[in-house]
């Protein structure tokens, strides 16, 4: 899980110091199960940006649980 992984560059450029580090490894292990579940493995494919907003998002409202994120942002996709 490096800088290139989306969420991660997303919450550095648009969040910053809003998620700490502990936050972001939580909202990392969301995404990267979410990913899993979903079958995406292109990094480039536009359905990850979506997952990482999604489960930011999710985050911003007070969410740290990462099946929970994980959980909530596939069935915001409805999946």
């Known amino acids: 899980m490096g800088l290139d ?3 991660r ?7 910053g ?6 936050d972001a490894a ?3 292990a969301a995404f990267e199960a979410a990913l899993s579940k979903l079958g995406l493995v292109d990094r ?4 990850t940006m979506t997952v990482a ?9 007070g969410e740290r649980d990462p099946q929970k994120l994980c959980d909530d ?3 915001s996709l409805g999946k």
């Open 5 to 7: 992984v989306p969420i």
């Open 9 to 15: 560059a997303i919450l550095e450029t648009e969040y």
């Open 17 to 22: 110091p809003v998620f700490g580090p502990e």
């Open 26 to 28: 939580q909202l990392t």
């Open 44 to 47: 480039t494919d536009p359905m």
């Open 53 to 61: 907003k999604l489960i930011i998002q999710l985050a911003k409202n």
């Open 73 to 75: 942002a596939l069935k």
